[in-house]
Nanobody
Framework: VQLQASGGGLVQPGGSLKLSCSAS????????MGWARQAPGKQREVVAT???????YYADSVKGRFTISRDNVRRNVYLQLTNLKPEDTAVYLC????????WGQGTLVTVSS
């Protein structure tokens, strides 16, 4: 399984970013996919997940600001981040939950003025 995340960067508070994750080595369309994040000195936190039927879950801390989506043809999962806050600064990791969870390498999002 390979999960390649991209799209991170430096953004000002209130700004937006769109993260992308490309998956290979799995039957993408039948898998739940997700995004988690890890800030320095903090535990890893699940941000959002999207099931094969399109059902979504969001952490309370991002509800209403982040949107997860998927493209089964391109085998991509996306995370649209809006109204970003400094506390959203973290490495964002794409993952495939399951009996054996698979993690991508992450992409850094820094929210700072």
């Amino acid at each position: 399984v390979q999960l390649q995340a991209s799209g991170g960067g430096l953004v000002q508070p209130g700004g937006s970013l769109k993260l992308s994750c490309s998956a290979s080595g799995i039957n993408f369309r039948v898998n739940t996919m997700g995004w988690a994040r890890q800030a320095p000195g903090k535990q890893r936190e699940v941000v959002a997940t999207i099931a094969s039927d399109g059902g979504t879950y969001y952490a309370d801390s991002v509800k209403g600001r982040f949107t997860i989506s998927r493209d089964n043809v391109r085998r991509n999962v996306y995370l649209q981040l809006t109204n970003l806050k400094p506390e959203d600064t973290a490495v964002y990791l794409c993952y495939r939950p399951g009996a054996t969870t698979s993690w991508g390498q992450g992409t850094l999002v820094t929210v700072s003025s």
